[in-house]
C-alpha cells in the first residue's frame, strides 16, 4: 500500500473506490471556507446574549416579517403563474416566432434589479412615462408605483425565467408517452396537462419557486428604489447607519433562518418525489401540439413579459442615453467601473470554477458522508442572502483576516461562496454525462488518478466549467450588496456606481453604465441558452441524480 | 520499461511486511507460471450482502486466450475489474504478471498494473484523435517514438489512415478496433476484454469476432475475455471458463466443455438444449420421450435406479414417424425452415417441448406422431438429480 493510499484510507467512497488525497484535501478546504461565513456569524450572534430576544420580538421586526414574507409570496406565486404558460408555450406548442420567443423570455434574468427597479420608477410612476400616455386617454392618476405593488412587479420580471428555466428543463426531460398515453386514454388536451403534466411538473416548480423565494429574499437595489421595506434592506441600513454592528448580525441570522426555512418548505412540497427521474436513456421529443387560432395569443403570452421585462426597460435606458447625450448631459464615467467589474466577475468566475472542481468530483465519482457533507457545506451559499455573507465576511476581516479586509480578494471570496453552488451544479451535470470508464480507462494505461482529473476529466468537463464559469460571471456583475459592503473603499465597479447615482434619482446618469452592464451580462446568459442546455440554470441541478453506474454493472451489483 | 516497476514491488513487500503468513503462502502457490492468476477471490460491493464473486480461482497461462463464459449478473465483469485493479478483494489473492497485487492487504493501484483493458462501450477518449488515443498509454516517451511505435499497432487492427479522426467520426466496429489498439500499445502484460461485441450488429459480430482472434494471435498477448454469448466464448477461445453463481463451475477447452459439461447449469450455459427426467439403468435413461444410451462424463458416477437429467441437443437427435404399437410416441408440434436444416418442435405429453434438427423433409410433418431416437450412435450426458 503506497502512502497517499494510507492517507485516504479513511476516505473510502460509497463503491470502495479511494480518492486521490490532494483531492480530498482541497475539496476539505473549499467546504471549510464556505462555511466560514456561517460560522462567524454565529459565534458573533452568541456574544450578544439576551439583547437577542428583544431584538426578534420588537414591533419593527415583526413588521419587517410581514411585509418581507407578502412580498415572496405574491413574487413566488405570480413568478409561477407568469412561467409555466411560457414554459409549456414554448416547448410543446407552435407559437410563431417560437425559438427567437424562447431565448429573449429568459432574458430579463440579466437586467438587474436595481436597473429594472428605475425604469419601472420612469415608465409607472405617477409622473411617469405610461401617466403621460393614458392622460390622454383622460387617466388622471395611475395607481401609486412605490411600495409593495412596484417591489413584486420588478422581482416578477427577472425572477420568472428562474421558474421558467427549470419547468422548460422538465418538460423537455418528460417522456412523452406519458401524455400520449392520457390522450389515448380519452383525456382532453386541457384535462391532460392538469392531471398528467401539470403533477409531473410539480418538483420544477417547486425548485424554481425556491430560487425566487431566495433570491426576492436577498435583493436589496430593486426593494430599495422602490421604497419597500424587507429584511435585507432593514439590514443595509442598520449596516450603514450605525456604528453598532450587533444588530445587523442578529438579524443576519434571522435572515439566515428564513433561508433555511424556504429550503426546507421546498424539501417538503418535492415529496417522496420519485417522479422527478427522469429514465435513462434517449428522451423522445414529443411533436408540438397545434394550437390552431390561439396561436398568436401564446406567442403574446409568451411576448408581453419579454416586453415588460426586457424590451421596455432597455428602451427606456437607450431613451435616457440618447437624451443625455444629445443635451450634453453629464454621465457616470464607464471606462474604471467597467474595467474593474470585468476583471471582478472574471476574477469570480475562474476562482469559483477552480474551487467548484474538487467537490464535483468528489461528489459524482467518490460519493461517500465525507463528498455530501461537502456539498451541503457549499450549498449554504445558496440559501445566503448576498448581504449576510458580506456582513460576516466584514466581521471576519476586522477581527480575524485583517490583511485581507479592504482588498479585492474578500470581495472574491464572498462571491465564490455565494456563486459555488451554482458552479458546482454545473460541473456536476457535465460530470455525471462522461462515462466513468473513460477514465478507467486512462488509469488503466498508466496514469495515476490524480494524472487522469487533469489529461481526461478536466478537458471532457470543459464545457460545464464553461457553463459553471459564465454563471458566476453573470451573477457577480450583478450583485450589488456584498459588492457595497466588501469593495475597497473607492473601488468602484458598474453595480455599484449605478447605485449609487441612482439611489440619490439621477436615474438618467445610469443610462450608459447600465445599458453596458445589461450587454456585459447578457453575453454569458446568450451563451448559456443557445448552448441549448436543457437547464440553462445549472443551480437547479442540485437534485440527487441517482448514481452514474452503467446499467450493466448495476445490474451485476444487483444480482 | 513505461510503467513504474519498482511501485509495483514497493507494494508487494509492504504486503509481505504486513500479512506475513498469507503471503508466504500466496508466495509458494504462484511457482506454476500464470500470466494472470486468482486464488480463492472473494469480492463484494458495499451495501449488498453476497459477494459478487466469491471462492473464485483462474489461471491463465502466458500466451493464453481465456474466455469467462456466465449469464448477466454471475459476477464476470466484477472478475474482469478484480483484475485490472477496479475492485479491491475481501479475500484470496490476485497475482498479474507473477506479481502479486491484489489481497485483504495489497492492493496496487489499476495505473501500475500493465494491463490492458478493452471495456464494453469502449470508453475512447472523446476530446483525442485516434492516434491520441492510441498513444495515451505510453506516456513519457518523446512524441516521434510514440508515433512510431502506434503506427504497426493501427496497422494490425485495420486502422491506419485514421490517425486524425476523432472518435465520434468512427463507426462502432472501427472504434472497437481503435479501443484494442490503445490497450494494446503500452505493450500490456495481459488484455482484458469486457463483453467487446455486445454494441455490435449480428453480422458484424461474427467478422469482428474472427479479425479479433487474429489480432490477439498475432500480438501473441495473454488475453481474458469476459461474454455471455457461448458462441463468442466457444469461436474465440483456447479455453473457456464457466461461471455458475459467482464463481467458475467448469474450466477447459471448448470442445471438452461442450462434450463434457461437469453438470447441469454448465450444459445449458454452454449450447442450446433440454434437460429432461428420467431414471438411469446401466447404460441408458429411461425418459417419457423414449429409452436413450447414455454417457456419464468423467466425474460423475451414478447408480442404477438413480433419478437423472438427460441433456437432450437437437443435433444429436433423430425423429421417425412412428410404426409398430407399444412405443412412446410423441407430436410434432411445429417446424422451422432454416435453410440448412430444419428445426422440429417435438410435445411430449407431460408437455415438455423437445427440438430436432435434421436435413430431409421426408412426409414427417406438424401433426405427426414420431418416436425420438438419438443421432448415429450418439450417447446422451446425464446428470444425477
Not at chain 1, 482541497?26 to 459565534?43: G, H, N, R
Not at chain 1, 450587533?246 to 434571522?254: C, D, F, Q, R, W
Not at chain 1, 412540497?269 to 417522479?275: D, M
Not at chain 1, 474538487?358 to 467518490?366: E, G, K, Q, T, W
Request: hydrophobic share 50%; glycine share 8%; proline share 5%.
Amino acid at each position: 500500500m503506497n502512502i497517499s493510499g494510507v492517507i485516504s484510507a479513511g476516505y473510502k467512497s460509497a463503491d470502495g473506490k479511494r480518492p486521490p488525497t490532494l483531492l480530498v484535501v482541497s475539496a476539505s478546504v473549499v467546504a471549510f471556507a464556505a462555511l466560514i461565513p456561517v460560522a462567524y456569524l454565529l459565534i458573533r450572534s452568541i456574544g450578544v446574549g439576551s439583547e437577542w430576544f428583544d431584538i426578534i420580538w420588537r414591533q419593527s421586526t415583526a413588521a419587517v416579517f410581514g411585509r418581507t414574507f407578502l412580498l415572496i409570496a405574491l413574487v413566488t406565486v405570480i413568478s409561477v403563474i407568469v412561467a409555466v404558460p411560457v414554459a409549456w408555450l414554448t416547448v410543446k406548442s407552435d407559437i410563431p416566432l417560437r425559438r427567437v420567443l424562447s431565448v429573449a423570455s429568459v432574458l430579463p434574468l440579466v437586467v438587474p434589479s436595481f436597473v429594472m427597479a428605475t425604469t419601472v420608477i420612469e415608465m409607472y410612476s405617477p409622473k411617469g412615462v405610461l401617466q403621460g400616455w393614458l392622460s390622454g386617454l383622460g387617466v388622471e392618476r395611475l395607481p401609486d408605483i412605490y411600495g409593495l405593488g412596484g417591489a413584486t412587479l420588478v422581482l416578477v420580471l427577472m425572477t420568472y425565467p428562474y421558474v421558467l428555466l427549470t419547468v422548460r428543463g422538465a418538460l423537455r426531460r418528460m417522456d412523452p408517452a406519458l401524455e400520449e398515453a392520457a390522450r389515448a386514454m380519452g383525456y382532453g388536451p386541457v384535462h391532460t396537462f392538469r392531471s398528467v403534466t401539470l403533477p409531473m411538473l410539480r418538483p420544477a416548480i417547486a425548485g424554481g419557486s425556491l430560487l425566487v423565494a431566495l433570491y426576492t429574499l436577498s435583493d436589496f437595489g430593486g426593494v430599495a428604489l422602490l421604497r419597500y421595506q424587507t429584511f435585507t434592506s432593514t439590514i443595509m441600513i442598520q449596516y450603514q447607519s450605525s456604528i453598532d454592528r450587533t444588530l445587523a448580525a442578529v438579524l443576519s441570522l434571522i435572515l439566515v433562518a428564513i433561508a433555511v426555512l424556504l429550503l426546507l418548505g421546498e424539501g417538503f412540497t418535492r415529496g417522496r418525489g420519485a417522479y422527478h427521474r427522469s429514465t435513462v436513456g434517449a428522451v423522445r421529443v414529443s411533436r408540438r401540439i397545434n394550437i390552431g387560432r390561439w396561436r398568436w395569443a401564446g406567442a403574446a403570452v409568451v411576448g408581453v413579459p419579454v416586453l415588460i421585462g426586457l424590451v421596455i426597460p432597455v428602451a427606456v435606458l437607450i431613451h435616457w442615453l440618447v437624451r443625455g447625450l444629445l443635451n450634453d448631459q453629464q454621465l457616470l464615467p464607464l471606462l474604471i467601473p467597467a474595467r474593474n467589474s470585468l476583471y471582478i466577475s472574471l476574477l469570480a468566475a475562474v476562482t469559483t470554477v477552480l474551487a467548484s472542481l474538487p467537490i464535483a468530483i468528489l461528489s459524482v465519482r467518490f460519493k461517500s458522508r465525507l463528498s455530501r457533507f461537502f456539498e451541503r457545506a457549499i450549498y449554504i451559499g445558496f440559501g445566503l442572502p448576498g448581504v449576510v455573507v458580506a456582513l460576516s465576511l466584514v466581521f471576519f476581516g476586522i477581527n480575524v483576516a485583517r490583511p485581507l479586509y479592504q482588498s479585492i480578494w474578500m470581495l472574491i471570496f464572498a462571491f465564490v461562496v455565494l456563486f459555488l453552488p451554482a458552479s458546482v451544479g454545473a460541473l456536476r451535470s457535465s460530470l455525471l454525462q462522461l462515462n466513468p470508464r473513460v477514465e478507467e480507462a486512462a488509469q488503466s494505461l498508466g496514469r495515476s488518478q490524480w494524472r487522469v482529473i487533469f489529461s481526461v476529466t478536466v478537458p471532457l468537463v470543459m464545457p460545464g466549467a464553461l457553463a459553471g464559469g459564465a454563471m458566476v460571471f453573470l451573477l457577480t456583475m450583478k450583485e450589488l450588496p456584498a459588492t457595497l459592503i466588501l469593495s475597497p473603499i473607492g473601488y468602484r465597479t458598474l453595480s455599484s456606481s449605478i447605485w449609487s447615482a441612482a439611489s440619490e434619482a439621477f436615474f438618467a446618469k445610469t443610462a450608459a453604465a447600465a445599458l453596458l452592464l445589461v450587454l456585459v451580462a447578457g453575453v454569458p446568459t446568450a451563451y448559456l441558452t443557445l448552448r441549448g442546455h436543457s437547464d440553462g440554470v445549472d443551480e437547479t441541478d442540485r437534485v440527487d441524480e441517482s448514481d452514474s453506474q452503467s446499467p450493466s454493472e448495476t445490474a451485476e451489483v444487483a444480482q | 520499461m513505461l510503467w513504474r516497476r519498482q511501485k509495483i514491488d514497493i507494494s508487494v513487500q509492504s504486503g509481505v511486511t504486513m500479512g506475513v503468513a498469507g503471503s508466504e503462502a500466496a508466495g509458494a502457490a504462484s511457482t506454476e507460471a500464470g500470466v494472470i492468476e486468482l486464488q480463492g477471490v472473494e469480492c463484494s460491493y458495499p451495501g449488498s450482502d453476497a459477494p459478487a464473486i466469491s471462492e473464485f480461482n483462474l489461471l491463465v497461462k502466458p500466451g493464453e486466450f481465456v474466455s469467462i463464459l456466465g449469464r448477466s449478473g454471475a459476477g464476470k465483469t466484477t472478475a474482469l475489474r478484480v483484475v485490472a485493479g477496479f475492485e479491491r478483494v475481501s479475500s484470496g489473492y490476485v497475482r498479474v504478471g507473477g506479481q502479486l497485487v491484489g489481497s485483504s492487504f495489497v492492493h496496487v493501484p489499476p495505473d501500475q498494473r500493465r494491463i490492458g483493458l478493452v471495456f464494453q462501450d469502449y470508453a475512447l477518449f472523446p476530446h483525442l484523435t485516434v492516434a491520441k488515443n492510441v498513444e495515451f498509454g505510453l506516456k513519457g516517451l518523446p512524441a516521434e517514438e510514440r508515433r512510431v511505435r502506434i503506427a504497426p499497432v493501427l496497422k494490425m487492427v485495420g486502422m491506419s489512415g485514421y490517425e486524425s479522426r476523432y472518435v465520434h467520426e468512427l463507426s462502432g466496429g472501427q472504434q472497437q478496433r481503435v479501443a484494442i489498439a490503445r490497450a494494446l500499445a503500452p505493450d500490456p502484460v495481459a488484455l482484458l476484454l469486457d463483453e467487446p461485441f455486445s454494441n455490435l450488429d449480428r453480422q458484424l459480430r461474427a467478422a469482428l469476432r474472427r479479425d479479433i482472434k487474429r489480432i490477439v494471435r498475432e500480438s501473441g498477448a495473454t488475453t481474458l475475455l469476459v461474454t455471455h454469448d457461448r458462441e463468442e466464448a466457444l469461436a474465440t477461445s483456447d479455453r473457456v471458463a464457466v461461471m455458475g453463481e459467482n464463481s467458475i463451475e467448469q474450466i477447459g477447452t471448448p470442445e471438452d466443455v461442450y462434450q463434457n459439461p461437469a453438470s447441469a447449469a454448465v450444459a445449458k450455459l454452454i449450447g442450446p438444449c433440454e434437460l429432461i427426467p428420467g431414471v438411469f439403468r446401466g447404460g441408458v435413461v429411461v425418459t417419457e420421450a423414449g429409452v436413450f444410451p447414455t454417457r456419464v462424463t468423467t466425474d460423475i458416477h451414478m447408480a442404477d435406479g438413480q433419478q437423472a437429467l438427460a441433456l437432450m441437443r437437437a443435433s444429436e437427435l433423430e425423429i421417425v414417424l412412428a410404426g409398430e404399437e407399444g412405443q412412446r410416441t410423441s407430436t410434432v408440434e411445429m417446424t422451422e425452415f432454416e435453410g440448412e436444416f430444419t428445426e422440429y418442435s417435438i410435445r411430449l405429453d407431460s408437455g415438455t417441448l423437445l427440438r430436432v434438427r435434421r436435413r430431409a423433409a421426408d412426409g414427417i410433418d406438424v401433426g405427426s406422431r414420431v418416436t425420438v431416437h438419438t443421432r448415429g450412435d450418439a450417447k446422451v450426458i446425464v446428470f444425477p438429480v
